[in-house]
């Protein structure tokens, strides 16, 4: 008695693992929201409670991955519809191609609950690990997907995902009506829907890929075009340098008479009238550029350079400190790209609204970290609601999404070797962002 109550228990577990897990986990390598506790009631509620009872079946799968997208991921319509669709297609078209070839060749409506449900646990385990396989091979990037200039391509596979999702139901409910005589075809139904699916995701990595291939081209034509802007800046800069130099060198010699002299009078003159004149002269000048050649990451560069330029052409004041060199750091170059531009973003896109513009970036290291910290004017009643500034969807700035510094947030969390600090005072914001360096 009590190794068949034992049994019955595992199987319990078997059929947990088959029926939850599975369909939890190929959603988690889209979003790790999935695998949360309180999503797992709700995916209860929804596949075993309602749908059940109104008998339609693997909709409910559909409609929990949808719910899921749309209200805890805050995706809009169409993208949470896609990935709804996406996450379904992936697992359930190799799930009902292994079940159908496994059951085909095995029947066992006999077998005891324990080994029936461990058969079924192990083809849906196997199931999902082919339809992991195939998402990794895909590569889903969901800043790809979530572009405006991906949106035709995200309409026609959304399309294709729609019937094909149809087709899956059509099969299912022939399969309830006509089982008998479904069963000759159910293998060949089954193979010929995964196919098709496999097909439509290589369409959707060869757009990404192309799409990839463009945008770095893209990024490649204008970072060149920008290092040829910053060339011709920094000869400019040097050009006013040499002629700094003779200046200097002309004071200086002007200077000598009148010490021989000992003229108190003249040397406060020329003190006064020449050096000091020149001191500020070269204070109110931008020497940014030349604080690069001590920055080693191509991410910090690339980016200071950028909005060093972006200054220059909106004209409004940016001050670049880097007083040593910068060593790499462990952030990965794409993500620190994407920090730095949401920082330095918010800093241009707040100061403008300023009647003082102004933006200071500090670089420092300290230990093992790389501090750069992002100090920009701010218009305060914009900023009434500070504690707000972290919610998705919240913007001090008309017609924005507020996704910024949610984003940012985001890869705080996930990056270990990344840290962050923010300073709001009367009139300045300042990010602190520290990069833990490469050993």
Known sequence: ???EFISEFIAVIFIIISYFYTRLKIANAINPIFLKKKLNWLYIC???IGIPFIHIGPIGYLVFYYIVFRYQVKKESRYALFYSLYAFLAYESVYYFFISLAYRFVDSSQWIMFYREGLYMLICLLALAVALAIHHLIGLNQKIIESEEFLPIIKKTTDYFIGLVGIRFLSIFAYQVFRNEYLEIKVTASLSIFIVTLLVMLYLRDQQLKYAHKEAMQQKEQELMQYNRLIDELEIVYDEIRGFRHDYAGII????PAIRRNNM?????IYKEALCQMNYD???KDYSGFELSYIKNVGFRNIFSQKILQAKDEKIPFKLEVTECIPEVEVPLLATIRILTIVLDNAFEA???TNNPSIVVGVVVENDRVIVSVKNTYDSSTMQKR???WEKGYSTKIGHKGLGLVN????????????LKTEINQNTFTQIISFRTKE
Not at 408 to 419: F, N, T
Request: aromatic share 8%; hydrophobic share 45%; glycine share 2%.
């Open 351 to 353: 100061t403008v609204m």
């Open 265 to 269: 009078e003249e040397i406060s003159q």
């Open 282 to 284: 070269i204070s109110q």
């Open 253 to 256: 010699r002007s200077l000598e």
């Open 408 to 419: 940012l947030q985001q890869l705080v969390w996930e990056l270990d070797s990344l840290g």
């Open 1 to 3: 008695m009590a190794l």
């Open 387 to 389: 504690y707000k500034i």
């Open 46 to 48: 929804i596949c075993y």
